[in-house]
């Protein structure tokens, strides 16, 4: 059994020797510009109503409450925590903008269809972010364009597109969501290669 645990430890050190003797891969000109792009990120907040009682969840940020409250909200609980969206704008790009999955702690189905999120456009310093799903007509929706710059944010409702008039809210509407929105630095660099000292 020792003799075991030995050979295994000697084929385990050799191969993690080799591979830290590996060269690393230069970064590809799609991975490169997705790491000169903000990160956006979003948090679905749902308002206290007759049917939808007050949840426990993640923490609602000062500054989003503070935003809650100018636009009349009193009871709110966050559904989701910070949830990335990433750009879908490099071509062949794939990704999974899932924001949410519609339902509420103890619910066995969904109150509402599954939530995606979207940045259809970046232009002249500025991001386009687009959370939409909401029910099964696609007919909400919540649509912002902020600076592109990290520390943006916004708390936009999630409105009917029926309830917008001219881009705007119609101020009788109640929203059915709320989404706060944070416009965050580009990812971090990796270290690509080693120096001659280790």
Known sequence: MRCRSLALLLVLYTLTTF?????????????????????????????????????????????VAEQLKKQGESEYFAVTDWVPVCDGLLEDDEVDNRVWRGGLVGKNSGLFCPVDGDLPERKDGRVLVLVGGWDPGGGHAMKVTLVDEPGTRAVEPVLSYSARKEGKPIPSEKPLAFVAVLIGPPPRQRVTSRSNNE
């Open 19 to 63: 591979a830290a003797e590996l060269p690393t891969q230069n970064p590809t000109p799609a991975s490169i510009a997705r790491q000169r792009f903000n990160q956006v990120f979003v948090k679905v907040i749902m308002p206290v109503t007759a049917r939808i009682p007050k949840q426990d969840g993640p923490v609602v940020e000062s500054w």
